[in-house]
Structures are given as structure tokens and as C-alpha cells.
């Protein structure tokens, strides 16, 4: 089975660049299934109804998250319902929706998948590591052998190590929230895909794809200024992992990488629009 998974979809231009590239790339890597992160969907922060939706039209199949989740509250009761997007599994019980699922492709084949919140310099939630050691055990689990783990995290050695931890009792460990695409992809000991950071889709001459001006002045200023995303050429960022349906096993895992400016993406976008 073959799926492309993508980091943090950054605001218009991260969903411009999913437009933009998704077909092609569903063409050329013959790809099974598409998931995304979504935790930036909606001007930068947070995700909306209206911008899931639009991710799902372009043509991803599920949408996992990450810390900046809970922006928008009219999401909480589309994260109960909605069983292709996830939020991170460790935060307390009580919290809206689910941090892991399993999605069935068309042809019956199943992707199991949990997403989760690191904990170094992060907001201190339960073990992000007991929460994924206790999921592999999860007895629905059992015949499903494509799992995937969305490790939403800042310290690169909570991610290496999570890799470690989950390798061969997963198909893939991907790193989301850096924003910032690492060149450490590679096939674990016992089979596990893994990458530190898949990277973002959206404008990368940027502070994590918000405008850099606003983000110096807040460093210089440290006022609370509100942030806006960039303007600028657009780039889509993830991994493109080749895993064996029986046994779980990743055989590949490629980087995904592509650009274009925005000027390009906004024409092809409009002119899907106007065919609709
Ligand atoms: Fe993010
Ligand atoms: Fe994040």
C-alpha cells in the first residue's frame, strides 16, 4: 500500500498547494491513500469546518492534528462525529473526538492511525509514550497491520525516540508541527518508517509560514501581535511511504517536496473552481 502523508497544511497557500499538487502526485505514485495534518488549515491557527472540507475535496482522505487543534470551537462536535479527523490522543479524558481511528479504503483495506502531542517544551499532557505503547496492544488493532503514527512534537529527541520505541510494532512514525521539512528519512531495524519532520505545506519564505515581518517585530517588541499568514510561492512537504499490506512493514519512504509560485496555484485552483 502506498500512502502520502503531509505536514502541517498551512492557511489559503498550504490548501492552494495540496490543489495544486495532489493530483499529480496521486497519478505518478499511484497512491492508495492521502492523509494530512491539519492543525494550521484556517488562516494559519486552528482548523474550521469549511476548511476540512476543503482539504477532503482536494482529495485528502484523513485529518490528523496537533496543538493548535482547539482554536475554533465549531469543530469540537465535527470531531466527535467525524470519523476521519483526529486530535491528539493524550489529552485528558472529556476532551472533544478521538486521537486515533482507523480508516477503510474503498477496497476494504484498513490504515490504522494515532496521532499524538509530545511533551518537551510542550504543554505538559500525560505520556505521549505510554499512550502509544498502549494503543499497539489495543485489541482492534490486531488485524490491522498498517498503522501510522502522527508524532505532533518540538525535541527532535522526543521524536528520534518515539521512533525507537514504536519500530516494528508500527508501519511508519511521521513528525509533524516544526514546520520545517528534516532530511532523516529512513527504514528503522525492525521496519518502521521514519522521518523527524515531514515539513508544511505552504509559503516557506516565512516564520513557519506566518507573515516574518509581524513574527520579528514580536520578537523584537515581545507585544502580543496577532500573527497573519505569508504571501509568497507555495511548497508542499511530506513523505510518500511504500508498506507491505501483510505484515506492516515499510519497504520505502520517500520525501515529497514541490513549489511553484502562487501566482500558478491560484490559476488552476480558480480555474477548478469555475468547472465545479
Ligand atoms: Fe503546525
Ligand atoms: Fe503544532
Given amino acids: 500500500m502506498r500512502i502520502l502523508f503531509l505536514g502541517d497544511v498551512v492557511g489559503k497557500a498550504g490548501?492552494?498547494?495540496?490543489?495544486?499538487?495532489?493530483?499529480?502526485?496521486?497519478?505518478?505514485l499511484r497512491l492508495d491513500a492521502v492523509l494530512a495534518n491539519g492543525e494550521n488549515l484556517a488562516g494559519g491557527i486552528g482548523m474550521t469546518c469549511e476548511t476540512m472540507d476543503e482539504l477532503f475535496a482536494a482529495g485528502v482522505d484523513f485529518i490528523t492534528s496537533g496543538n493548535h487543534v482547539w482554536r475554533h470551537k465549531e469543530i469540537f462536535s465535527r470531531l466527535e462525529k467525524d470519523r476521519r479527523v483526529i486530535r491528539p490522543a493524550n489529552y485528558p479524558e472529556g476532551t472533544p473526538g478521538r486521537g486515533h481511528a482507523v480508516l477503510t479504503l474503498r477496497d476494504g483495506r484498513r490504515i490504522a492511525v494515532l496521532n499524538m502531542l509530545g511533551t518537551t517544551?510542550?504543554?505538559?499532557?500525560?505520556c505521549p509514550f505510554r499512550t502509544a505503547l498502549s494503543w499497539v496492544e489495543m485489541p482492534e488493532l490486531e488485524e490491522v497491520p498498517v498503522r501510522l503514527v502522527d508524532f505532533h512534537a518540538e525535541a527532535t529527541s522526543e521524536k528520534k525516540t518515539m521512533g525507537w520505541a514504536l519500530d516494528g510494532k508500527v508501519s511508519a512514525v511521521l513528525g509533524t508541527h516544526t514546520h520545517v521539512q528534516t532530511s532523516d528519512a529512513q527504514i528503522l531495524p525492525q521496519g518502521t518508517a521514519y522521518l523527524t519532520d515531514l515539513g508544511m505545506c505552504g509559503v516557506e519564505q516565512s516564520s513557519l509560514g506566518m507573515d516574518f515581518e509581524i513574527v520579528l517585530?514580536?520578537?523584537?517588541?515581545?507585544?502580543?501581535?496577532?500573527?497573519?499568514?505569508?504571501?509568497?510561492?507555495?511548497?508542499?512537504?511530506?513523505?510518500?511511504?511504500?508498506?507491505?499490506?501483510?505484515?506492516?512493514?515499510?519497504?520505502e519512504i520517500r520525501i515529497i517536496r514541490e513549489n511553484c509560485?502562487?501566482?500558478?496555484?491560484?490559476?488552476?485552483?480558480?480555474?477548478?473552481?469555475?468547472?465545479?
Fill in 15 to 28: 490548501r492552494l498547494a495540496v490543489k495544486q499538487f495532489l493530483p499529480k502526485l496521486k497519478e505518478e
Fill in 217 to 251: 517585530n514580536r520578537f523584537l517588541t515581545k507585544l502580543p501581535v496577532a500573527f497573519k499568514p505569508a504571501k509568497g510561492d507555495i511548497s508542499l512537504n511530506g513523505a510518500c511511504i511504500d508498506i507491505d499490506d501483510i505484515t506492516g512493514r515499510a519497504r
Fill in 261 to 276: 509560485p502562487a501566482w500558478r496555484a491560484e490559476k488552476s485552483a480558480g480555474r477548478g473552481d469555475e468547472s465545479l
Fill in 121 to 126: 517544551y510542550m504543554e505538559p499532557l500525560p
